[in-house]
């Protein structure tokens, strides 16, 4: 027992003589309060710095994905004019017109918007379809006669590479212009009957031809990823020609014979409208909503 009492008493001893030269070793204690001064020097420095505003289109941002919706409405004109080959035994006649018609169109876009000064620049890929547009124009027999000639374009679509230039007013508010090329088309189909004859001249062909926009418009910044768009575009196709179609009685220099889809002629189609949009884009929509 008195042994286990000495060995308590040295470890003990041991113990407090380690504390006291470790304390010793230490030196000047430090001092707490003077890194009040060390934060003053901290937040000077910081004044000092300029600061650049972070925003949506700020060129501290880095470029942005994004992924748009468009509804609108298309002042669409569809233009045609053409008639028969040369054949002497076919009637001279001619068509002419232009069906305007108002059409819904919609569709989508995704692009990538690059931080520029002032604003960004957009580059995109979009693509739109468009409503049946049906009318009547006129054809014309011998200068005089006149027949009507209906027209339709259905399924109506283009595709679009876009450049467009944001320009910022303020940090929610923007105006925009630029435009595109790329390609559109519809199905055409026209027919027009001589009753007095039994004869009719029809065209059913599928356009496709070089298409071009330009537009502007602005944009109201909803939050740091959404953002509105009121816009304007106007877009044309190339004209197109189609090959007329001839059914009815037909005199080839012997006997008179009826005869179906026979070649007659070409037409001549080009197609324009204004159109007003409303787009919804959404900037990184892949990013984790919070």
């Known amino acids: 027992m008195r042994r286990i009492v000495r060995l308590f008493v ?16 230490l030196g000047q204690q430090v001092d707490l309060s003077a890194l009040s001064q060390f934060a003053g020097e901290r937040d000077a420095l910081m004044n000092d710095m300029p600061l650049e505003p972070v925003s949506l ?33 076919w009637n ?15 569709g989508g876009a995704i692009g990538i918007a690059l931080p520029r000064p002032s604003g960004a620049l957009r580059v995109e890929f979009e693509g739109r379809g468009r409503d049946l547009q049906d009318g009547v ?4 027999i011998n200068g005089r006669t006149v027949l009507p000639n209906d027209v339709r374009a259905a399924d109506g679509w283009s595709t679009m590479a876009n450049i467009w230039r944001d320009i910022r007013l303020n940090d929610r508010v923007g105006v925009y212009l630029g435009g595109g090329i790329g390609g559109g088309g519809y199905r055409l189909c026209s027919f027009a ?12 062909d599928n356009v496709s031809a070089f298409a071009w926009q ?25 004209q197109q020609n189609t090959g007329l179609l001839y059914d009815g009685p037909y005199d080839n220099g012997t006997d008179i ?8 002629g070409t037409l001549a189609t080009a197609f324009s409208s204004s159109e007003l949009l409303l787009s919804i884009r959404i900037y990184e929509p892949f990013r984790r909503w919070r």
């Open 214 to 238: 330009a537009g502007t418009g602005m944009f109201y910044n909803l939050s740091d990823r959404i953002a509105i768009d009121f816009g304007y575009r106007f877009m044309g196709f190339n």
């Open 193 to 204: 009957a001589f009753d007095a004859v039994g004869a009719s001249v029809h065209s059913r």
């Open 257 to 264: 014979v009826n005869v179906t889809d026979q070649p007659y």
């Open 10 to 25: 040295i470890a003990g001893l041991v113990a407090w003589r380690a504390g006291g030269g470790m304390a010793s070793e």
């Open 92 to 106: 001279p006649a001619r068509f002419s017109g232009t069906v305007n018609d108002t059409l819904f169109t919609g």
């Open 137 to 140: 124009e006129s054809a014309v």
């Open 57 to 89: 289109d700020s060129c501290c941002c880095g470029p942005r994905w994004y992924v748009a919706g468009i509804v609108g409405a298309s002042f669409a004109s569809l233009t045609t004019a053409g008639g028969p080959n040369s054949d002497p035994n």
